[in-house]
DNA sequence: GTCCAGGAGA
DNA sequence: TCTCCTGGAC
C-alpha cells in the first residue's frame, strides 16, 4: 500500500508549492501558519512570497514591528495567525524547537501544525492529520468516530518516507478524495479502503448557520485621509476599523460582508467631524496599514460612490 | 444571491 | 463548544 501510495504522489502530487521546494523550517512553519483555515490558492501566489521577501528568516521576523506584519496580512484574515506569528519569532529568536511537545507550547502552534512543521522539515516519524487527511482516514478505516482518527493514522504511517506519506495523503484528499464527488476509481489505495462503498457516509463536514447582522460605519474623509480606529477587541485586534456608529438614518451606501457566523449587512454615513479615537490614514498608503476587508471593502465603496457623486 | 473550505485557543 | 476571517465556487 506505501509502495503505490507513493508511486501516485510521485506522479501527481503538488510538487510545485513552494514551500515543498524548501527544507527551511521557518519556511515551513510560515506556509504551515498561513494555510490554516485559507485555501492554497490564496496563500502561494501573493501573500507567501510577500512576506518572505520581507522577513526572509525567523530572525528578522523577530526583529519586526507588529504593525507591519499585520499590514503584509491584511487581507488573509483570521490575523491572530500573525500576531502568533510574530510572538513565536520572538519567543524562539532563531531557532524554532525540534519537538512537536515543544512546538505546541508556542502560541497559534496546535497539534497539525507541530506535527506538519516536524515531519516536513525533518523527516520524523509523526502523522499529520489536517482536514484533508481526516477525511481519508474516516474513510479508508469507516470510522464514524473522529476521536481515532489521529491513532489510525500513526498506525498506516510509512516511517521510512513519513514526509512523502504525509504529503501523498494531503493530495490525496485534495484531488481524489474530495468531500463531494471522491474520484475512487483513480485512487491508488482503494482496494484496501474500506469506505469505498459509501464515502459520503463517513469525514461528514459540519454545516454552519450564519446570522444576519447589520452593522452602520461613519466614513469622514479629510485631504485624502480617512478616519480609522484601531480594534481593541478579539475581532480584528490591533488592526484598524471603520468606525461604527449607533444608527444610520440616512447611508449613502451599503455593502456585504461575511466572517464567522454572520452575514453582515453594512451601511456607510458620511459624517461631518472626525469621531475621537480615530487616526486619520492616507488613503494612497492603506497597503502599508493593517487593515481588514471589510474595511476596504467599505472604503473602496464610499470612494466609488462619492466620486460618481461630482 | 448562497455555500463552502480551512486549525487554534479559550 | 464557540469565536476568529475571507473570496471564490456555484
Not at 524547537?97 to 506538519?116: D, F, Q, R, V
Not at 487527511?133 to 476521536?147: S, Y
Not at 476509481?185 to 469506505?195: K, L, M, R, V
Not at 476599523?241 to 452575514?263: D, M, V, W
Amino acid at each position: 500500500m506505501h509502495k503505490v501510495l507513493l508511486e501516485w504522489f510521485e506522479k501527481h502530487g503538488r510538487h510545485e508549492l513552494p514551500w515543498r521546494q524548501t527544507q527551511d523550517v521557518y519556511k515551513i512553519y510560515l506556509s504551515e501558519i498561513m494555510l490554516q483555515q485559507t485555501q492554497v490558492s490564496r496563500v502561494e501566489g501573493e501573500y507567501y512570497p510577500k512576506f518572505l521577501k520581507r522577513f526572509p528568516t525567523l530572525k528578522a521576523l523577530a526583529q519586526a514591528s507588529e504593525n507591519e506584519v499585520l499590514a503584509l496580512w491584511s487581507g488573509l484574515g483570521y490575523y491572530s495567525r500573525a500576531r502568533n506569528l510574530l510572538q513565536c519569532a520572538k519567543i524562539c529568536k532563531d531557532t524554532l524547537p525540534k519537538e512537536p511537545k515543544e512546538l505546541m507550547k508556542l502560541p497559534g502552534i496546535g497539534t497539525y501544525t507541530a506535527n506538519a512543521i516536524c515531519a516536513f522539515a525533518y523527516n520524523q516519524p509523526v502523522a499529520v492529520v489536517d482536514t484533508n487527511i481526516k477525511r481519508v482516514i474516516m474513510r479508508f478505516f469507516a470510522l464514524q468516530d473522529e476521536k481515532e482518527v489521529q491513532q489510525k493514522a500513526q498506525m498506516i504511517l510509512n516511517t521510512n518516507e513519513p514526509k512523502k506519506h504525509n504529503l501523498a495523503l494531503m493530495d490525496l484528499g485534495s484531488l481524489l478524495c474530495t468531500p463531494k464527488n471522491p474520484l475512487c476509481d483513480q485512487c491508488p489505495i482503494q482496494q484496501w479502503c474500506a469506505g469505498k462503498e459509501s464515502p459520503h457516509s463517513f469525514g461528514k463536514t459540519k454545516k454552519t448557520k450564519r446570522e444576519e447582522k447589520v452593522i452602520h460605519f461613519g466614513i469622514f474623509l479629510q485631504s485624502g485621509h480617512i478616519a480609522m480606529e484601531r480594534s481593541n477587541k478579539n475581532l480584528y485586534k490591533n488592526m484598524f476599523i471603520l468606525p461604527a456608529i449607533e444608527s444610520a438614518p440616512k447611508p449613502f451606501a451599503t455593502f456585504k460582508h461575511s466572517y464567522t457566523k454572520y452575514n453582515i449587512q453594512a451601511t456607510l454615513t458620511l459624517l461631518n467631524k472626525r469621531p475621537p479615537n480615530t487616526h486619520l490614514i492616507p488613503l494612497q498608503a492603506l497597503s502599508a496599514y493593517p487593515v481588514a476587508s471589510i474595511a476596504l471593502k467599505g472604503i473602496k465603496k464610499a470612494i466609488k460612490h462619492l466620486q460618481e457623486d461630482l
